[in-house]
């Protein structure tokens, strides 16, 4: 086996070898791929040699372990963290139809459509772990309601400007704005920003304490996948920019950035930590897509500004 980084060691290694590939290079091989700026049609091809099976994820020692070696704590910060996925990737599925609706070009359509693949058996994947793992008995749609009642105000909110960008797509599918409207709050907040520090996250939090082999495969599967759809996204925006939409992405941006950064003060325990992966995942993704310094330059400071005050609140509470 290579032990030393290689983006190749991430592309071409079996779902449960992924597990073992520590998280700054599962990080690097992410921004390698985008800053290569590949477009859907070589997207495409990675996806097919990249297929992985949820059957190929072994989680008996997960199971052993969750009980007996996992400290209460980090067992609890892992069951939170599980239900946001499971509901975030169930929604992710959901909502990716009206992207499709709207897709520009025929490799947009064709890239796209394996993305909804990926986010189908990601779903699937989060249920099989809420089964098994947290041993929670229950329907898909018992599981979602559930998760849905752990969720904060932020993410409702974000939720619902969500549901009002995507209806937009829906009822004007050749509204090439509305759908970079959605392809921003889509790929850009929510993958390249939530989802994508959310995995990491947990990929650092079980590879720190050598535990649960299964889920760290599965979430640094995840990973893999979520690299091949935030590249697909700045590939869409840098096209909308230089067609001249930047405004629009830029709303989309700061109506739904200070919300997605809310939720990572979720977590007493692992809050800081999310909150700066999740401002390093912003940072990449505005790069990628190329957003002004001068915007760029406005959102971070306010968001610096929006964190150091939440931390005031929360100390004089
Ligand atoms: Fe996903
Ligand atoms: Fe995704």
Redesign the pocket.
């Known amino acids: 086996m290579i032990n030393r980084w290689s983006t190749l060691r991430v592309d071409d290694a079996d779902v449960m070898d992924l597990g073992v590939i520590d998280t700054p290079s599962l990080g690097r091989h992410a921004d390698a791929l985008a800053s290569r700026r590949p477009g859907p049609r070589e997207l495409f091809q990675r996806w097919d040699a990249q297929q992985w099976k949820i059957a190929d994820i072994d989680l008996e020692k997960d199971i052993q372990e969750f009980r007996t070696r996992v400290p209460a704590r980090l067992r609890e910060e892992l069951e939170r963290l599980i239900y946001t996925f499971i509901i975030g990737e169930y929604t992710?599925t959901d909502l990716l139809s009206p992207v499709l609706l709207g897709c520009p070009e025929e490799w947009d359509l064709l890239f796209v459509t394996t993305?909804a693949s990926?986010?189908a058996k990601?779903t699937e994947l989060m249920f099989r772990i809420g089964r098994e793992l947290l041993g929670v008995d229950e329907t898909p749609e018992a599981m979602l309601r559930t998760a849905w009642e752990m969720t904060e105000p932020a993410h409702r909110e974000l939720s619902l400007i969500e549901g009002e960008i995507m209806g937009d797509v829906v009822n004007n599918p050749s509204d090439y704005e509305a759908w970079l409207r959605g392809v921003t709050l889509f790929h850009m907040v929510n993958?390249g920003v939530l989802?994508v520090s959310g995995q990491r996250l947990i990929v650092n939090l079980l590879g720190r304490a050598r535990i649960l082999p299964g889920l760290r495969s599965s979430f640094a599967a995840l990973t893999r996948?979520?690299s091949r759809?935030i590249s697909y996204g700045c590939h869409a925006l840098r096209l909308g920019l230089q067609e001249g939409h930047r405004e629009a992405v830029e709303d989309v941006l700061e109506r739904t950035l200070p919300l997605a950064m809310e939720l990572a003060d979720f977590s007493a325990r692992t809050g800081d930590a999310l909150w700066q992966l999740q401002i390093q995942g912003a940072r990449r993704v505005f790069a990628h897509v190329g957003m002004s310094e001068t915007f760029t330059d406005h959102v971070f400071t306010s968001l610096l500004t929006q964190n150091k005050s939440d931390k005031e609140t929360a100390h004089v509470r």
Do not use: K, P, V, W
């Open positions: 992710g993305q990926d986010e990601h993958e989802a996948d979520e759809h």
